[in-house]
Every structure is written in C-alpha cells, then in structure tokens.
C-alpha cells in the first residue's frame, strides 16, 4: 500500500481558494487517491476520489499529474466550517483496509 | 439518508473489563471496517468483513475479536481492556469503494 505525505498543517483565510498537496511516489497502477475530511470527534468524511487528470464534484476539485506521484485537493472559497483535517489516501480500489497517514490540519481564518 | 450507526456513543470499562461495540452499516452496504484513533491520532484500521467473512486484518490486537453477523450488523469484542485501549472506535461501511463513517463510539479506560 503506497504512503502519502501531506503538510502536517496549513492556515487559510475565509473566501479563498486552498490546494493541499499530497505525495505519493510510490503509487501503484490499480491505485486510486481518495481525500477524506475529518472534523474533532466525528468519522472522516468523503470528499473525492480519482485516478488521473482532473476530478470535480460540489464540494471539490482533485487535480491528478500524469505521473501520479502526486494529488492536489483544490477547496474553492473557504469558509471557517472547513476548518477540519484532511487526509489523502492511495489504495487499490479491491483493497479493503484504508491506511490513514499523518493528514493535514487546515485553520481557516475570518 | 440513513447513516452508519454505532452503540454506544460513549462507554467507560475498567482495566480488565470487557466491552462489546456495535455497528449498524448503510442498508444494502456488503461491507463493514473498523478504526481505532486515539487522541492526536490518524484512525488505524483493525478489521473489516465483507458478506459476513473477515476480508482484511489490521493492527487489532489479540484481545479483540469482531464479527459480521446476517444482518450485516457488526460487533467488535475487546476484552481484557488496557488503558492504551481508550481511544474512538469508528465503524464505517461500504458498497464497492467509497467508506461512509459512523459517529464512533468513545471508549474511555480508568
């Protein structure tokens, strides 16, 4: 199962855009890269999931490199609800354990 | 829409007690984890069952033991609790790919 390394934290402020950047080099060809949202004492939450190129859903964006070493969550127009962890996930979509690294504290700020 | 649901939310046990978790997966969802995150902590996997088998095996310890029953409901047994037990228990469920978290449980140790 392939490791991701994302920031440990980021700080944003309120209407902006943030990207969050996760490494995964040794990415396998079955892998999809899956971003969950965790707020304090509730479950992750699904945020999106794809395998190359770009993805968009309501809340999202994944934009996806041709080598696919590496994923950027794109969060349009922030609020201070999204303050929250993230966390990039790579895995077989046949693999059924998800192995949760160290994600990324986002701060949004008013 | 109906969610995953988990009993207790809450739960105090001494050390050396048992403790018996359950999980309630998304109606038609064929498959069930659970995650173990202490605090400060990214969840760790211990488990999950898909049609009612053990389909993957995590960092659960020997002291635990789970199991998928008909209904699809499941239900992790620890025993012989330890302190560095207490932590959130988090089931979530899936159909094919995309896990959808319950609540937790939060298990407390004295």
């Known amino acids: 199962l392939a490791k991701t390394t994302q920031p440990i934290s980021m700080d944003s402020y309120e209407g902006q855009e943030v990207n969050i950047t996760c490494s995964h080099n040794?990415?396998?060809?079955?892998?999809?890269i899956t971003w969950y949202q965790q707020f304090p004492s509730q479950g992750p939450r699904f945020i999106i999931q794809?395998?190359?190129?770009?993805v968009t859903n309501e809340v999202a964006s994944l934009f996806i490199p041709a080598d696919r070493k590496s994923s950027t969550l794109s969060l349009p127009r922030v609020s201070l609800s999204d303050t929250a962890v993230y966390y990039c996930?790579?895995?077989?979509?046949?693999?059924?354990?998800?192995?949760w690294g160290a994600g990324t504290k986002l701060i949004i700020k008013p | 829409a109906a969610g995953v649901i988990q009993s207790p939310r809450h739960l105090i046990k001494e050390k050396r007690e048992t403790a018996t978790l359950k999980c309630y997966p998304i109606?038609?969802?064929?498959?069930v984890y659970w995650y173990q995150q202490g605090p400060g902590q990214d969840p760790q996997f211990l488990i999950s069952?898909?049609?009612?088998?053990?389909?993957d095996k995590g960092s659960i310890p020997d002291r635990f033991s789970a199991q998928q029953f008909s209904d699809y409901h499941s239900e992790l047994n620890m025993s012989s609790l330890e302190l560095g037990d207490s932590a959130l228990y988090f089931c979530?469920?899936?159909?094919?790919?995309?896990?959808?978290f319950g609540p937790g449980t939060r298990l407390t140790v004295l």
């Open positions: 109606p038609r969802h064929d498959t």
């Open positions: 040794n990415i396998a060809t079955n892998d999809y």
């Open positions: 069952f898909y049609e009612k088998m053990q389909s």
């Open positions: 794809g395998y190359k190129t770009k």
């Open positions: 979530a469920s899936s159909f094919h790919n995309e896990q959808f």
């Open positions: 996930l790579v895995g077989d979509r046949s693999n059924y354990q998800l192995i």
